[in-house]
T-cell receptor
Framework: AQRVTQPEKLLSVFKGAPVELKCNYS??????LFWYVQYSRQRLQLLLR??SRESIKGFTADLNKGETSFHLKKPFAQEEDSAMYYC???????????FGPGTRLSVLP | SAVISQKPSRDICQRGTSLTIQCQVD?????MFWYRQQPGQSLTLIAT?????????ESGFVIDKFPISRPNLTFSTLTVSNMSPEDSSIYLC???????????FGPGTRLTVT
């Protein structure tokens, strides 16, 4: 069965500092990995997915199959990045979505 | 992309009653899902809404408690039956295209049971 873990429930950084939100997964096949973000009082929305290999709002994430990780990184955090971040995985067929427990990022001024 | 709307956005209900939540997608999607999200917690999948057939429920969720309909490719309903205070939560609808496409989420329905 697939599983997604996010070890940090809360992560606080100062504005301008680098940030890394950790995500590890377990899945025997070839997964599709996603990062979703939920800003205060807004709906859950896709931030990025590993197959697109693009940078959204300065965030990047690299799939490391050896370490089964998909950590989210940004070199210089901004206050508007404060939100709840969820790592998610789907199976080879795009089904069986599993969400991690989420990490609340707080960027301090 | 798909835009998903839900009705109602919030409701306060009495114990023992039922509430039906509607989910509308602005374009056809292959799959629709219903999630529950307790405040400050992650999403828990309730079921996959299947068009024209019974929904597929996850462990811990049953049809008698959470009946789901999906009459076409753009609409689904979730009913929370015989509610108790433990059912107080945010209920989210999502839609997804075929293959490895992303999920799009509705704004959620905040349910409070007194």
């Amino acid at each position: 069965a697939q599983r997604v873990t996010q070890p940090e429930k809360l992560l606080s950084v100062f504005k301008g500092a680098p940030v890394e939100l950790k995500c590890n997964y377990s899945y025997s096949g070839s997964p599709e990995l996603f990062w979703y973000v939920q800003y205060s009082r807004q709906r859950l929305q896709l931030l990025l997915r590993h197959i697109s290999r693009e940078s959204i709002k300065g965030f990047t994430a690299d799939l490391n199959k050896g370490e089964t990780s998909f950590h989210l990184k940004k070199p210089f955090a901004q206050e508007e990045d404060s939100a709840m971040y969820y790592c998610a995985l789907s199976d080879n067929y795009g089904q069986n979505f599993v969400f991690g427990p989420g990490t609340r990022l707080s960027v301090l001024p | 992309s798909a835009v998903i709307s839900q009705k109602p956005s919030r409701d306060i209900c009495q114990r023992g009653t039922s509430l039906t939540i509607q989910c509308q997608v602005d374009s056809q999607v292959t799959m629709m899902f219903w999630y529950r999200q307790q405040p400050g917690q992650s999403l828990t999948l309730i079921a996959t809404a299947n068009q024209g057939s019974e929904a597929t429920y996850e462990s811990g969720f049953v049809i008698d408690k959470f009946p789901i309909s999906r009459p076409n490719l753009t609409f689904s309903t979730l009913t929370v039956s015989n509610m108790s205070p433990e059912d107080s939560s945010i209920y989210l609808c999502s839609g997804k295209g075929g293959g490895r496409s992303e999920q799009y989420f509705g704004p959620g329905t905040r349910l409070t049971v007194t």
